[in-house]
């Protein structure tokens, strides 16, 4: 009777899990149609757009002023990795920050969860600055002749942990800018300063220990190091893996535990999103 009941327990699990993960694939798919629109001009700017930002602001820093490398011999491979990092964490979580006030009208099926369209938006989000991110990989390492990548396991390693740590900032920022909207405001602040205090334009090991022991616990500055390391065969990195994964871990946890407490809140909670994008 025992071994039936948990055949049972355990049967339920496994089809509650297909259940829950046919549901994100569905909604991946959706945000993938509302993110690149109906005809393939929506694909084509979706891709454009990045890559222009992206491929402007290393022009303005490396041509036109000059750049010199702060590390390495080029000094568009240094900024590329550091510019590149910074965009794709900072810009996924902004975007699936927002999953969950712009899709409340998908509560009312009772399969779909707030989690789920943060999962959907995450990936998605995250699948386009990987095209960007191959797109200019690919095109400086032919122009230029260097190779991009030295150590392609560390390479896969650190964008596995960014995404990691993209998917638990945007479930914090979308569970608690719903309880709380006081916090989207606050979070537009806390980043204003991360281009700086990340490492995208410096080596952050060059730094005197009392800003060390500072921007350390930034964790936005552990996935640039994460993936800039795998690029130069003698970086000196201050990534730390263990740290970058336990506050990621810590801080998603955190979110599913209030987002299931609170899940009628979040639901009922009004949507006030703005679509403001940053520039930088």
């Known amino acids: 009777m025992s071994q039936t009941t948990t055949m049972?327990?355990?049967e339920t699990a496994w089809r509650g899990a297909v259940m829950n993960g046919r549901v994100i694939v569905a909604l991946i798919f959706r945000e993938a149609a509302l993110r690149f629109g109906a005809g393939p001009i929506g694909y084509v700017w979706t891709m454009v757009e990045p890559t222009l930002l992206v491929?402007?602001?290393?022009?303005?820093?490396?041509?036109?002023?000059?750049?010199?490398?702060?590390?390495?011999?080029?000094?568009?491979?240094?900024?590329?990795?550091?510019?590149?990092s910074f965009r794709i964490t900072r810009n996924t979580i902004n975007k699936a920050g927002k999953a969950i006030g712009s899709n409340q009208a998908l509560f009312g099926f009772g399969a779909?969860?707030?989690?789920?369209?943060?999962?959907?938006?995450?990936?998605?989000?995250?699948?386009?600055?990987?095209?960007?991110?191959t797109f200019f990989f690919v095109l400086c390492g032919r122009l230029l002749q260097i190779e991009m990548i030295s150590n392609f396991q560390d390479f896969v390693m650190a964008?596995?942990?960014?995404?990691?740590?993209?998917?638990?900032?945007?479930?914090?920022?979308?569970?608690f800018g719903a309880?709380?909207?006081?916090?989207?405001?606050?979070?537009?602040?806390?980043?204003?300063?991360?281009?700086?205090?990340?490492?995208?334009l410096y080596v952050p090991s060059s730094m005197p220990p009392e800003v060390l022991n500072i921007i350390w616990w930034n964790p936005f500055l552990h996935c640039?190091?994460?993936l800039r390391s795998s690029s130069y065969l003698d970086y000196l990195s201050l990534y730390s893996p263990t740290y970058l994964m336990s506050f990621?871990?810590?801080?998603?946890?955190?979110?599913?535990?209030?987002?299931?407490?609170?899940?009628?809140?979040?639901?009922?909670?009004?949507?006030?999103?703005?679509?403001?994008?940053?520039?930088?």
Do not use: H, Q
């Open 224 to 226: 640039i190091e994460a």
């Open 179 to 200: 309880l709380v909207p006081l916090w989207r405001t606050i979070w537009k602040i806390m980043t204003l300063p991360l281009l700086f205090a990340s490492g995208v």
């Open 112 to 133: 779909i969860k707030p989690p789920d369209v943060v999962i959907a938006r995450t990936v998605v989000e995250f699948t386009i600055w990987m095209l960007v991110l």
């Open 248 to 280: 990621t871990t810590a801080i998603l946890l955190l979110s599913l535990a209030v987002e299931r407490l609170f899940r009628k809140e979040i639901i009922r909670s009004r949507n006030d999103d703005d679509d403001d994008e940053d520039v930088l």
């Open 55 to 84: 491929g402007l602001m290393l022009l303005m820093r490396v041509y036109i002023k000059n750049y010199a490398p702060a590390f390495g011999e080029s000094s568009t491979l240094f900024l590329l990795t550091g510019l590149i």
């Open 8 to 10: 049972s327990e355990g």
């Open 159 to 175: 964008l596995a942990a960014m995404f990691y740590f993209c998917l638990a900032m945007s479930m914090f920022n979308a569970t």
